[in-house]
């Protein structure tokens, strides 16, 4: 790919989704574009860009987004989160209601943590009105948190006995598992771009947006946050991935400690 190719292709990407591929990220872009190349058996990048233009239906944009995406997760990856909402946030609570948005869910695994965690914390959980809206732009992911199994290695930042209690054997053979069912339904997953218009109307409760806003510049992030507040409930908490400070950042909302923040 020449450097002018390169610079065409960051810029379509930074419009469609906001992600900024610039710095360094050449040959990482590279190898995943060339695996597509040669599956649709094209040799060169500006045949590819022609083809991208042509694609009436978006499916080959779907495509490449889902390529160029990192969705590196893990089950409670940035613990203090879990910790907050387990001490902080659930005991205060004077409805037994939650509307939670994970955003960015990736495969998952931050999703199900939630329900987790809310299954442990809340007394008579079962009878609470909880949902979980899960989105991601990447459809690949999707799937895999729609089926909901996972390999056993993954499992390791589980308590074992959460692990025993929320998980069932999927396939033995290949040591996986599978969320249960008490928990899936839970969780509803979506597909959404953050730069397009959000057709939800919340109110949400907290809004987990974490690992995601790394990869916009300043404005994009400052223009998501603010869509995000518009759609909290007041007094609702927004985490954001602890590399992710918005300090310095134009935002309404009030500091509560790293990575989390109030309406
Ligand atoms: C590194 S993962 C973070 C997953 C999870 N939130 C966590 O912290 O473990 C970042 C996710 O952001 C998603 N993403 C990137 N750009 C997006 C956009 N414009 N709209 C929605 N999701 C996006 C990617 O597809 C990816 O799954």
């Known amino acids: 790919m020449s450097p002018q190719q390169f610079e065409k292709l960051c810029r379509r990407v ?50 490449m987004i889902d ?22 946030i659930l005991p205060n609570l004077r409805e037994k209601k939650l509307r939670i948005w994970s955003a960015a869910c990736s495969s998952g695994e931050e999703p199900y943590s939630i329900t987790m965690m809310l299954a442990e914390s809340l007394p008579n959980f079962q009878s609470w009105d909880i949902r979980i809206l899960a989105t991601d732009i990447c459809t690949k992911v999707l799937e895999a948190a729609n089926q909901a199994v996972y390999s056993a290695d993954l499992l390791e930042p589980i308590p074992p006995a959460w692990r025993k209690k929320y998980f069932v054997p999927a396939d033995e053979a290949k040591m996986t598992y599978r969320i249960v069912p008490e928990l899936c339904r839970l969780v509803r997953f979506g ?8 057709p939800m109307k919340g109110p949400f409760d907290i809004i987990f947006c974490r690992n995601a806003m790394i990869y ?13 507040y518009e759609l909290l409930a007041p007094g609702g908490y927004l985490f954001v991935g602890h590399s992710e400070s918005l ?9 509560i400690q790293p990575a989390t923040y109030q309406k």
């Open 14 to 63: 930074y419009d469609l989704c906001g992600i900024n591929l610039k710095t360094g990220k050449e040959e990482l872009v590279h190898s995943r574009l060339n695996k597509r190349l040669s599956a649709l058996k094209m040799d060169t990048f500006e045949q590819y860009f022609h083809y991208l233009d042509n694609d009436r239906e978006g499916k080959e944009v779907i495509w």
């Open 67 to 88: 390529a160029l995406t990192t969705n590196k997760t893990s089950f409670f990856r940035e613990i203090r989160h879990f910790e907050f909402l387990r001490d902080r």
């Open 191 to 198: 597909r959404l771009n953050f730069m397009d218009r959000f």
């Open 216 to 228: 916009f510049d300043r404005p994009t992030q400052e223009n998501l946050v603010g869509k995000f």
């Open 247 to 255: 300090t310095g950042a134009n935002h309404r909302y009030k500091y």
